[in-house]
């Protein structure tokens, strides 16, 4: 069973940026499509990216306006969320998942945007 670990979080001022990291191990990692989630205090688990099987295709959630990107390197086992211009609201845990959640969830990386 595949399991997920993310890292990379932080504390990071407004505007500035961050780079998580999703390592996944006890699988086919290239066989999945992967995405970004994330919680934020009080509110559901939401979607925020997601990347094809091949690194190929992604797609966003609105509220990203461009500021992440998210890429997978197969080699590696792991998907990446490149972030900038963060903002307070951005403040979270984000999980890696597939877009369909059909994996366990990880701890998830605690993102934390100061004002």
């Known amino acids: 069973q595949v399991q997920l670990v993310e890292s990379g979080g932080g504390l990071v001022q407004a505007g500035g940026s961050l780079r998580l990291s999703c390592t996944a191990s006890g699988g086919s990692f290239s066989s999945y499509a992967m995405g970004w989630f994330r919680q934020a205090p009080g509110k559901e688990r939401e979607f925020v990216a997601a990347v094809s099987r091949s690194g190929y295709s992604t797609s966003y959630a609105a509220f990203v306006k461009g500021r992440y990107t998210i890429s997978r390197d197969n080699a590696r086992n792991t998907v990446y969320l490149q972030m900038k211009s963060l903002k307070p609201e951005d403040t979270a845990v984000y999980y890696c998942?597939?877009?369909?959640?059909?994996?366990?969830w990880g701890q998830g990386t605690q993102v934390t945007v100061s004002s």
């Open positions: 998942n597939t877009p369909s959640e059909a994996f366990v």
